[in-house]
């Protein structure tokens, strides 16, 4: 499975975060100071490792943001 980094568009091997459902490759995470904010559980910026049950996760909670919003 080809991933393409959502901030650069070039194929990659492996997203280093993900924004949303977007993956964004490392130096892209980097150069757009993406890395901090992996480490926020608020946000849409996750690490990608292991990143199915991530997603599914925050997902839920940020279903539960928005109802609280
Ligand atoms: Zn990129």
Redesign the pocket.
């Known amino acids: 499975m080809k991933l393409y980094?959502c901030?650069?568009?070039?194929p990659?091997d492996r997203a280093a975060v993900l924004i949303g459902a977007h993956p964004?490759?490392p130096?892209?995470a980097r150069r757009a100071g993406l890395m901090p904010l992996v480490h926020r559980k608020s946000g849409l910026v996750f690490a990608a490792s292991g990143h199915k049950s991530a997603v599914r996760q925050d997902a839920q909670t940020l279903d539960l943001f928005e109802g609280a919003v």
Request: charge should be positive; glycine fraction near 20%; include cysteine.
């Open positions: 980094c901030l650069c568009g070039r990659m964004v490759g130096k892209c």
